[in-house]
């Protein structure tokens, strides 16, 4: 209140604001300066490339059932029904874009996210479980309301976990109850590529 008070006590004289209104503006600004510094943190600490935002990703490049599956995601109601979302498409297409940009829409509403790839992650679980430190770790990863992992292809998993079995019950348990986003597009960086290249020779 101390920093903005005098901004807010000049607006009042300018405006004729009635004093109830000016008092209950203060611990107003204050608030949203508070939950604009808690956003800050969260995003900080959620790992999100923050470059990967929604205003940056091409909407109109995608079919129509995505970007309606996408339209939907981003209200985050899906967290209360414990869905798990994953994203096929070629490579370059925007999965990491768009799922991180999803991520940095449910920080805003107030969640805790983070982001991590499949490899860093196995390699913090392994040495976790070898030094009988899994529950914490587990512990702690729970206290997000999301995690994004960037995945390798289903096909390579089993270079990961070792063993055929492993990796058919870590599949399986990720396609239960799950929304499937299917970018059947071509890469965008490609076409930005080419794009770039058209100009240049212009």
């Not at 490579?91 to 490899?119: D, E, M, N, W």
Request: aromatic fraction near 6%; hydrophobic fraction near 45%; charge should be positive.
């Amino acid at each position: 209140m101390v920093n903005v008070h005098q901004e807010l006590t000049a607006a009042a004289v300018r405006e004729g604001m009635a004093y109830d209104r000016y008092l209950l503006g203060l611990p107003e600004r204050e608030s949203d300066v508070r939950w604009n510094h808690r956003v800050d943190r969260m995003m900080k600490e959620s790992r999100l490339p923050l470059e990967k935002t929604m205003d940056r990703f091409e909407m109109k490049r995608l079919p129509p059932k995505a970007a309606h599956q996408v339209n939907a995601l981003l209200d985050g109601s899906f967290l209360e029904r414990r869905e798990n979302i994953m994203a096929f498409g070629n490579p370059g297409s925007g999965k990491t874009h768009l799922v991180c940009a999803i991520g940095q829409a449910l920080i805003r509403q107030g969640h805790k996210v983070y982001f991590t790839t499949c490899g860093l992650l196995v390699q913090e679980l392994l040495p976790a479980k070898r030094d009988l430190q899994l529950p914490r770790m587990l512990k702690r990863l729970s206290k997000y309301d999301a995690l994004i992992i960037s995945n390798l292809p289903f096909s390579k998993w089993e270079a990961i976990f070792k063993d055929p079995m492993v990796t058919a019950a870590a599949i399986d348990r990720l396609v239960h109850h799950c929304v499937i986003l299917e970018l059947n597009i071509g890469s965008y960086r490609m076409s930005a590529a080419k794009k770039k290249a058209a100009e240049a020779v212009v």
